[in-house]
């Protein structure tokens, strides 16, 4: 069966979930726009919560280009465009179109530049742009990109020796640099020490950045560490022993505002290390494998869960920030050897809910842990090298995990993500370091599996699909045009062929992948344009290069980023053995019938059209007598910054009220005529552009005349009178009138 995720597993596992939305990030369109040989290519994002009701219309130059229903994908090819063009995209619900996002230039090459500041290096070592998390740090709606700087002597746990500082920078895609964070002395630099996390934990509509942190960190100031844990510490002591470990010394987790850096919290790290044999051996390498992701473990918003060891003794925490305090939500601690998750993870973690009460458990590989830390489930195959979680057997309820094993003679096993049931398994020799989940074969019914312990192609019924056919085994990734997996592995994205039985180099880019023979990008995710994925390479010193399709699509699909699956992966790529992000349900088997995720859309940005609402006494429009005052009235403005009145009469005027968003209007007209008076809010959501309201005020002079005189009319009025009243019944004027015809 086709699960729809996550109501349906519930129905399907006989469960119930009352929870609410879990909230995401609000996001902007994305547009993207990128020169080809046929014109221009564009594509833009389609949002969780758009629906098939949402259309849009596309714009070259402020001129209108192409419409699209609520049923057409999200790219177009613009074979009048040029270079020099400026396209913007507008969202169209219920026949009204709402406000663009900033205009776009066009990309010269297929890939965007993005500028940075290098570290300044060591006498033996040199700063390369390492592994990525983004996060929407400044509430404008589009992803920023946290990065972490690897030194050319960063060390794997088991390789002795003093590492280069580990730095963290946070720029916007257009190469600004936001902040800087020095993580000091008393962090080792490698792939198993720091673990970055990135969210919106308070739900403020602004992601938070959360690391291990030590005496002697800057936080984006410039300023060392000086909260909570970290108050009065000697920030001058370095505690590396004499082969580079550090073994000794104050651990803790700090909280960093996402948009400047600034420490906001820091407690003890726990899991601490405590007793250092205690974690598998005594020279530090075991102790000091970490691993971190995100977790929706009320259902509502992102905590935060800090791991410490997987070979031996695992211990978990999960952190929670209300955007006054970092607070323990509970501590896991598997210490006892042949009992729940003790051995059983692995080099890479992930989370998601696998169980449909509306709340993420961890997945460890060969165990998990419930969303409230308590042990769920051991399969007994112990550590690995890599996993993948998603809906991998449709005809299995809920979500799988296909996982490698390091020890012989496990190999690789496919089970059941809620119960650990495995589905099917075989044995290997040795080592199997890689292994990778992705549909790269419509042929077969759900996802092809496949590892580095043989040459086999596996369906998900444990069935030899292709016996000496093995694709590359590092990244899945959306690229092309279809619903099924291209694969990434290095700077090459390739396409599996099952005509020819074979994998055929689909694109290749410049620059360079990250963490030696792992072979990564720093970064794979749908971040820009419409659903499919962007991989960001290197160039080994400076510059980061943003990689997006120009192949046109027939299929809508909303941002992966709004999956809650998959939005978590986002979270956890960077962790240790870095893992492609996976959908929570079978993109090629929904078709264009996608799932609808059960999400909200929180912060600032969040779409809300402007409103100026009327208040209390007081008519908007109103006619009175010159001299006389108005009656005074009120509008307050919501969901804008302000607002601006024109043309109103001389003495009337519209005060703004800063702290109750609100304008007040009062006067006494010194001019006589009719007044339409407008007003416009600012600051708005570009999403919905700008409100406007009108009002009017007809100014009456008593002394005018209220008649005109027709000399030439058919027929006269020998004898009449004239009288004038003014607006308060009162007769101002009286005169009489022979041998006219007077009209009003």
């Not at 949002?47 to 009701?53: A, C, E, K, M, Q």
């Not at 051996?281 to 060891?309: C, I």
């Not at 880019?509 to 962007?534: V, Y």
Request: aromatic share 10%.
């Amino acid at each position: 069966m086709n699960k729809i995720w996550c109501l349906g597993l519930s129905l399907a596992l006989g469960l119930g979930s009352a929870q609410a939305a879990r909230q995401m990030e609000w996001l902007n369109r994305g547009l993207v726009a990128v020169k080809t040989t046929n014109g221009v290519f564009l594509s833009w994002r389609v949002l969780g919560t758009d629906g098939n009701t949402t259309g849009f219309n596309l714009y070259r130059d402020g001129e209108k280009i192409a419409s699209f229903t609520g049923s057409q994908a999200s790219n177009y090819t613009d074979t009048k465009g040029t270079a020099s063009s400026k396209y913007s995209v507008k969202a169209v619900v219920g026949g009204k179109e709402i406000a663009a996002d900033a205009a776009v230039s066009v990309w010269s090459n297929q890939y965007l530049t993005v500028n940075l500041d290098r570290p300044n290096g060591g006498s033996d070592y040199t700063y390369s742009p390492n592994d990525i998390a983004v996060g929407d740090v400044d509430g404008d709606g589009e992803f920023e990109l946290i990065l972490k700087w690897d030194p050319s002597n960063s060390k794997d746990n088991s390789q002795k020796g003093k590492t280069g500082k580990v730095i963290i920078d946070c720029y916007k895609i257009n190469g600004k640099k936001l902040w800087r964070i020095d993580l000091g002395v008393n962090i080792r630099a490698g792939a198993h020490y720091t673990q970055m996390l990135v969210g919106d934990y308070d739900g403020d509509g602004k992601a938070e950045f959360a690391v291990k942190t030590a005496p002697g960190t800057k936080d984006g100031s410039g300023n060392y560490l000086s909260l909570g844990s970290a108050k009065g510490a000697d920030h001058s002591k370095d505690y590396r022993n004499s082969n580079g470990y550090i073994l000794s010394g104050p651990e803790w987790l700090t909280i960093f505002n996402g948009e400047t850096g600034k420490e906001m919290a820091t407690v003890d790290y726990n899991p601490g290390r405590g007793t250092v044999k205690n974690w598998g051996d005594s020279y530090g390498n075991r102790v000091d494998r970490f691993l971190a992701t995100n977790a929706y473990l009320d259902g509502k918003k992102p905590s935060m869960v800090f791991q410490r060891g997987y070979y031996t003794r695992m211990a978990i925490t999960a952190y929670d920030w209300d955007g006054k305090t970092l607070s323990q939500r509970w501590y896991y601690n598997a210490a006892t050897s042949g009992q729940e998750c003790y051995g059983q993870g692995n080099h890479n973690i992930s989370a998601g809910d696998v169980d449909g009460d509306g709340f993420d458990e961890i997945i460890e590989g060969s165990c998990a842990v419930d969303h409230n830390g308590k042990f769920m489930y051991r399969t007994g195959k112990g550590h690995g090298d890599a996993m993948h979680l998603s809906d991998l057997d449709p005809d299995n309820p809920g979500l799988e995990v296909w996982q490698v094993h390091e020890e012989k003679p496990y190999g690789y096993d496919l089970h059941d993500a809620r119960t650990g049931k495995l589905l099917f398994s075989e044995t290997s020799s040795g080592d199997n370091g890689r292994g990778v989940a992705g549909d790269v074969d419509s042929l077969n019914r759900g996802h092809e599996l496949w590892s580095a312990a043989n040459w086999n192609t596996y369906t998900v019924k444990g069935k030899i699909w292709k016996a000496d056919k093995r694709p590359a085994y590092n990244f899945r990734i959306y690229w092309d045009s279809d619903l099924l997996d291209e694969l990434l592995d290095n700077t090459t994205i390739s396409k599996w062929d099952h005509a020819k039985q074979q994998s055929n180099t689909l694109f290749q880019m410049q620059g360079n992948s990250c963490n030696t023979t792992k072979a990564t990008p720093n970064f794979s995710g749908d971040i820009l344009g419409d659903w499919r994925e962007e991989v960001i390479l290197h160039d080994g010193a400076s510059k980061l290069y943003i990689y997006t399709t120009t192949i046109p699509t027939e299929h809508r699909m909303y941002t992966l980023a709004h999956d809650p699956i998959y939005r978590l992966g986002m979270s956890w790529q960077n962790t240790a053995y870095n893992q492609p992000p996976h959908l929570g349900f079978w993109l090629y088997g929904n078709k264009d019938k996608f799932p609808t995720p059960d999400i909200t859309l929180v912060g600032d940005h969040t779409p809300k059209p402007a409103a100026i609402i009327k208040q209390g006494a007081g008519s908007s429009s109103q006619t009175i007598a010159l001299g006389d005052s108005i009656v005074p009235f009120t509008f307050a403005i919501q969901n804008a910054d302000g607002a601006t009145v024109k043309n109103l009469p001389a003495g009337v005027s519209a005060k703004w009220n800063a702290q109750t968003n609100s304008l007040y209007f009062s006067g006494t007209p010194t001019v006589s005529g009719e007044y339409t008076y407008t007003i416009t809010t600012k600051g708005g959501d570009a999403e919905y552009g700008e409100a406007t309201r009108s009002g009017k005020f007809t100014i009456d002079d008593p002394n005018a005349k209220t008649t005109s005189l027709k000399p030439r009319a058919k027929r006269a009025l020998l004898n009449g009178s004239e009288h004038v009243y003014d607006l308060r019944g009162r007769l101002v004027k009286q005169r009489k009138h022979r041998g006219f015809y007077l009209t009003r």
